[in-house]
């Protein structure tokens, strides 16, 4: 694929350069600026001024002007041209002959030191080893002679550096730095003449083709290879560049950055360095000499000299991506880098990148088109703009200028085709949901997020209520009426709340839920806006809902209150009281909020208490009066009455007391109650004679007495076993009760006070367990007691001991120590040792106490004993 990256320039014609003689001929050019010296056939050396300019048309045009010429004398053609201009010489090479001229007035300057003769060809180093300033160096070679020589060329004189010998003479040569890079007569080879080293290339036919050496770069050569190709090879010997594909009658190469052009006998071709692709074609016969001068690419037949002149980087990409060639368009991109400013380059690859973003997205390449938008930091507005009515209509922005792209508008560049419209929305909402989390924003979240809406909205995406939830920038005058237009009511009711207007999304949201609007988003809307005033802060909005909520559904309703903080947890606190006093007309609703109060929250509030318990009980005796009541209908809310009056101590008792003594039915929690009153006798015999539920008079006493300490329990436990056994009840009494529970609960009694409360009937097989385990439990005790006596004694002992240890040292008995009293020796250790540390037998100390039984001892400052 083509692209114009030169324009042929007619530069030097055929009547200024020879006039009338026909037998003239071009032999070689060189360029320093804007002069251009020519050297001909018959020995002289012509000098041009270029002054290139601009047509109308914006083409590129040249003048040349003739300032000089000079005949060198030698009759012989004038075979290379290398300006010096540090120097303001020209190296001339004729006749075998190496000269030096003066660049203005071409005359011959005249050079002391060594004379170069025999010279086949020679090339300047463009990276000198010696970095003389006011020298040039050059490489030689020397008709029929297996050696190079370097010569460093001065203003007056020229002086051998180095031979350098070769393995066969060569033909051609570069040179850069210490690297040669020749061609022998059958192969390519590098030579370091700084260590001596060599590298062969690869081999080629002197005989077929004429070779070509070029350096294009530090340590960089361009060789013509065997199959016509263009090798690039480093002074390593390795390629760092795939080569390109040239014909096999290629007589000249010239590098102007990023491409090669060479020269065969019709054409001239134009590669590039970058991806090795033929760019450009341009015919051209008789082609003689291409060589490139800073930047300037000089083509000439024997009779014209003509400029390549390239086309300006940012026209040739913009010519690519024209024909939508975007990867050749990124890579010439890259590669002009290196001729490009770096700010400049930065704008330039930006826009690069954004044109060919626009270019794949318009070819639906939406992977692609986002990574280039993506390195190319485009505007996103720029991506929105496309589709129509997505901006705001506050938004400011204008499109870039010149355009990105080519196209009006989304519908453009669809042409009708709506599945290609919803693709192009669907990839702008990935693109924008990535983007909004980003810097690529650039400021302009308010159009993102607003453009994001609608689009969500449009296409009933389930991401729409996410961003509405969190924190976003859609503008509310322009989302409003798109999310009204789409149905998406419960969603605007969710973007008013984001800008603080609660009463609006509150009107919306219960119109839905009445059926004023139709909006399927949540079929649980009703529960949400329940939940909605629960937290809201705004009380006038609250307690303008709640009675229409509690209308609805008391039991979902009072939850605005009993998920609502309590006093001091958050701002829009309530105050339990009022709630009560407003719910009086919503019977379910008071009861439930009570409950949380009592139940869940642990509010320690008399008034609360008494009113649950009253509300439950009221509950119950309306279910009780019901004939066609049934038992499981009744069974919960007596449970529920019953666990209240258990568990709280705090409501009112003799009130609840009496609203229960007109039913006879409530006997359970009446003993309940008169547990609470510490009216025991009276609770037991309701249970035990009225209700006969014996295991509810035993869970009695164990509920009555669970804050309370054993003595109490088992007092209770006392008080049952006579209620059991009291002789003034019909029957005789609950024998079965009472041996039941002297035998399931014998540790919670005293048998000696049992056995005086048992009838003489009874024999004592039948509270043989209770007996079993009193004895068990006496004797138990006993030996506990004597455990423990056994062990305060030790422990008294031990103290003892550690005594005597802290307070003096020990006494010495031997059988050799005579008694202080009877003063006869110790046949035993036993002793007793009296104040003084004076040790005696111990029938002697008890015979003294004995006579003597009202003297006490005292201790003395040792207190022995």
Request: glycine share 6%; net charge negative; charged share 25%.
């Amino acid at each position: 694929m083509s692209v114009k990256a030169f324009e042929l320039v007619p530069t030097v014609e055929r009547e200024l350069l020879m006039g009338d003689k026909p037998r003239i001929a071009i032999e070689c050019v060189e360029c320093c600026g804007q002069h251009l010296y020519v050297g001909t056939n018959d020995c002289f050396i012509h000098h041009f001024l270029l002054e290139e300019r601009t047509s109308n048309k914006g083409h590129p045009t040249f003048s040349a002007q003739k300032l000089l010429q000079r005949y060198l004398g030698l009759k012989k053609p004038v075979a290379e041209l290398k300006a010096a201009s540090a120097l303001e010489r020209l190296v001339v090479l004729c006749d075998g002959v190496i000269v030096v001229v003066d660049m203005v007035t071409l005359e011959v300057v005249p050079t002391g030191g060594v004379k170069i003769k025999g010279a086949a060809a020679f090339c300047v180093n463009e990276n000198p080893v010696n970095d003389d300033p006011f020298g040039v160096e050059i490489g030689v070679i020397l008709a029929r002679k297996r050696a190079v020589h370097i010569y460093m060329v001065y203003e007056d004189r020229v002086a051998l550096v180095k031979e350098v010998a070769t393995p066969e003479p060569p033909c051609a040569l570069g040179l850069d730095g210490c690297f040669l890079c020749l061609a022998l007569s059958s192969q390519y080879v590098i030579l370091n003449y700084g260590t001596g080293s060599s590298q062969d290339l690869f081999p080629y036919n002197s005989e077929e083709r004429k070779p070509i050496v070029k350096r294009i770069g530090r340590e960089e050569f361009l060789l013509a290879a065997p199959g016509g190709l263009g090798m690039f090879a480093s002074a390593e010997g390795i390629s760092q560049r795939a080569p390109v594909k040239w014909s096999e009658s290629v007589i000249g190469a010239a590098v102007c950055f990023p491409y090669v052009l060479a020269l065969d006998e019709g054409f001239v071709t134009v590669h590039s360095m970058l991806d090795q692709q033929l760019k450009q074609t341009l015919s051209f016969r008789d082609g003689l000499i291409l060589q490139d001068f800073e930047g300037k690419v000089v083509l000439s037949s024997s009779k014209e000299v003509y400029v390549l002149v390239p086309l300006p980087l940012e026209r040739q990409i913009q010519d690519l991506l024209a024909g939508r060639r975007v990867e050749e368009a990124l890579t010439l991109t890259e590669g002009a880098r290196r001729n490009i400013p770096k700010d400049k380059f930065q704008i330039l690859r930006k826009r690069i990148l954004q044109q060919a973003g626009f270019i794949q997205f318009g070819q639906l390449q939406f992977l692609e088109a986002k990574e280039h938008f993506r390195k190319g930091q485009l505007d996103v507005r720029e991506l929105i703009s496309l589709y129509p009515l997505l901006l705001p209509a506050s938004s400011s922005f204008t499109r870039c200028h010149p355009p990105l792209h080519e196209f009006a508008d989304l519908n453009h560049l669809a042409q009708g085709d709506q599945e290609k419209v919803a693709r192009c929305k669907r990839f702008l909402i990935s693109y924008l949901n990535e983007v909004r989390s980003t810097e690529g924003t650039n400021g302009f979240l308010e159009d993102v997020d607003t453009a994001l809406l609608k689009l969500y909205a449009e296409a009933d995406h389930d991401s729409l209520l996410d961003l509405l939830a969190s924190d976003n920038a859609c503008l509310l005058a322009d989302s409003a009426p798109w999310l009204e237009k789409y149905h998406k009511y419960f969603a605007l009711g969710l973007l008013y709340h984001y800008n603080g207007q609660d009463a609006a999304a509150l009107q919306l949201w219960v119109k839905v839920v009445n059926g004023d609007l139709q909006d399927p988003t949540r079929s649980d809307l009703f529960e949400y806006v329940v939940d909605f005033l629960s937290f809201c802060s705004n009380m006038d909005l609250v307690w303008k809902y709640s009675d229409w909520a509690l209308q609805r559904d008391q039991r979902i309703g009072v939850q605005i209150f009993t998920k609502r903080p309590v006093d001091g947890e958050l701002r829009g606190q309530i105050n339990p009281e009022n709630v009560v006093t407003y719910l009086q007309k919503h019977c379910e609703a008071l009861l439930i909020y009570l409950e949380h109060l009592v139940l869940d929250r642990r509010i320690q509030k008399e008034k609360f208490h008494t009113h649950l318990a009253v509300l439950y009980t009221d509950r119950v005796l309306a279910l009780l009066s019901q004939p066609s009541a049934a038992e499981e209908t009744v069974s919960r809310p007596r449970c529920q009455l019953q666990r209240l009056l258990k568990e709280s101590s705090l409501y009112r008792v003799q009130l609840v007391l009496g609203k229960m003594e007109s039913s006879g039915q409530l006997l359970l929690e009446r003993a309940i109650l008169h547990g609470r009153l510490e009216e025991h006798e009276k609770a037991l015999n309701i249970l035990v004679h009225q209700l006969k539920d014996f295991p509810a008079a035993e869970e009695y006493c164990t509920w009555a007495s669970a804050s309370e300490d054993p003595t109490y329990r088992r007092r209770l436990f006392h008080l049952l076993l006579g209620t059991y056994l009291d002789p003034d009840v019909p029957g005789g009494g609950n024998t079965v009760a009472a041996v039941d529970l002297l035998n399931q609960h014998a540790a919670m009694f005293d048998p000696v006070k049992v056995l005086h409360l048992l009838p003489e009937g009874w024999s004592l097989q039948l509270i043989r367990p209770f007996l079993s385990g009193a004895v068990r439990g006496s004797a138990h005790a006993m030996r506990t007691s004597q455990v423990a006596l056994g062990l305060a004694c030790s422990e008294n002992l031990q103290l003892q001991h550690d005594r005597m240890r802290y307070r003096g040292g020990p006494v010495f008995v031997s059988e050799k120590k005579g008694c202080h009293l009877c003063h006869n020796t110790f046949s035993e250790p036993d002793c007793v040792c009296l104040p003084g540390g004076v040790a005696v037998h111990t029938h002697c100390a008890t015979q003294r106490l004995r006579n003597s039984p009202t003297k006490r001892w005292t201790d003395n400052g040792n207190s022995h004993t």
